[in-house]
């Protein structure tokens, strides 16, 4: 089955219903429907070059749209792989990336032009929300394809349809592809967990590019919801509408509703009418969640623990949010999870252990290549704990764990204590080599009213936690680096910190 199967029921049922909401204008389910058939047959008729292993690919560069969703969904339809190019890539990055996909039809906006020369004569380059020649506009496309005779295909489950980008600590960011069925299943479990509704007006106030809001807006599509769709996140914009009355669900990542709270904290009006918070990507400070729950009283906060490859792996339900400050909750629907030790041997309830994961909602590979068992458990890259009940808590990231002394310190355990502090604002916890210990403990400090802390953080840090696991070199800064995704750059960090005390002679 299509990702766009349920979309075309709802068309088809509720023609006239708004399908997607933006700032500049709304289109219905009927228009949406019909503009994304338009697109699918245009794309039928695109020369493909023969292709091995993946659908002919239809790559977008776009902003949070409508047409944005238009290419993707007619893109979903017509059998295509629709790839999603970041704007916030480098120049260098995107004509790399451009180079390595090869895609046969490039989507664009007037602003990414300039890098033409980057583009081989082989793509045909289609701009969207705008004009510049010598390139077609997204408009004159669809009329100029001659689409009556064009019969859009059966799109199986096993059809890759979509291929997302993770940023990746070093060089380019990897290509991970979704089939049809990892997409329908995972609307089918979320329905039973999230529980939104055809009433539901859903805001989706990050961009489409990263998978947690791509997903987002195409459920709501699924539902026969509104997609409440920014063009990008606004904290006081986002406020607005809630307040307005407008919204029921929120889909965000934790800075976004930090960033949100931040605000609150000033004194809103308290609102009702929204539902259900829906947060993922991080766990989120209790404390900044708090705030928000004084201002949106009747709000259910929902948080889910995944990943780009492997949607949904465990949710945590607002009762359960006490049991630890790191705890995940329980497996997701359809879900089977396996806690192992460094042999690959299941550990006790309990004890730490690298979790893997299996359901039928899972990626099919990092390309180009395609994953050939699609019944093994893939490793999620945590380090979690499990109770006797199958509940979850995180104990850190494997690739972000610091060795040093022969001994294991997480990062997010550190970052915890710190963000605890009153002088503390935000904190990110890296490892740096030391000749001697092999890693040394690093920090990365956004200080309140920008005191000077270094020294008494440590001495803090000193009478909360071991002393191998407290920083022995701390910086303070005036942000965290981010990552394109909103994340904590823990290279970036790294990099700042090791370029810093290099500086002043502390690191060779």
Partial sequence: MSIAASFVNNAESNPGKTAVFTPQRTVTYGELHEKTNRAAKALRQTPVKEQKDTPPKAAVLLSNS????????????????????DPKWSDKELAAIIKETKPEILFIEKQFTHIKDEIPASIQVIVCRGEEAPFTTYEQWLKNSNTNDIVLPEVTGGTLFYMGFTSGTTGLPKGFMRTHRSWTESFQEGDKELKLQASDHILVPGPLVHSLFLFAALHALHRGAVCFLEESFQAEAVIERINAGHISVMYGVPTMFEAIAQRLEQGETKTETLRTCIASGAKMAQHKKTVLEKTWTKAEWIEFYG????????????????????????????????????????????????????????????????????????????????????????????????VTGGLNVYPEEV?????????????????????????????????????????????????????????????????????????????????????QFRLEGQLQ
């Fill in 66 to 85: 409508i047409e944005f969703v238009e290419v993707f969904l007619g893109a979903a339809k017509a059998g295509w792989l629709a790839v999603t190019f």
């Fill in 415 to 499: 970052e915890e204590v710190l963000k605890a502090s009153p002088m503390v604002k935000d904190a990110v916890v890296v490892g740096i080599e030391d000749e001697y210990w092999g890693e040394a403990v690093a920090a990365l400090l956004v200080a309140k009213d920008h005191m000077q802390i270094e020294d008494d953080i440590k001495a803090y840090c000193k009478k909360q936690i071991a002393s191998y696991k407290c920083p022995r070199f701390v910086m303070t800064a005036d942000e965290i680096p981010l990552t394109t995704s909103g994340k904590p750059s823990r290279q970036k960090v790294k990099e700042k910190i090791e370029k």
């Fill in 307 to 402: 990943a780009s490859e492997l949607s949904f792996v465990s949710i945590l339900h607002h009762k359960d949010r006490f049991r630890s400050k790191n705890a995940l909750g329980y497996p997701f629907s359809n879900v089977e999870v396996s806690v192992r030790n460094e042999n690959g041997e299941d550990v006790e309830p309990g004890n730490i252990g690298e979790l893997f994961v299996r359901s039928p909602m899972v990626f099919a590979g990092y390309y180009p290549r395609v994953s050939s068992d699609p019944e093994a458990f893939i490793s999620s890259g945590d380090l979690v704990q499990q109770e006797e009940d199958g509940f979850l808590h995180l104990a850190g990231r494997k690739k972000n764990m610091i």
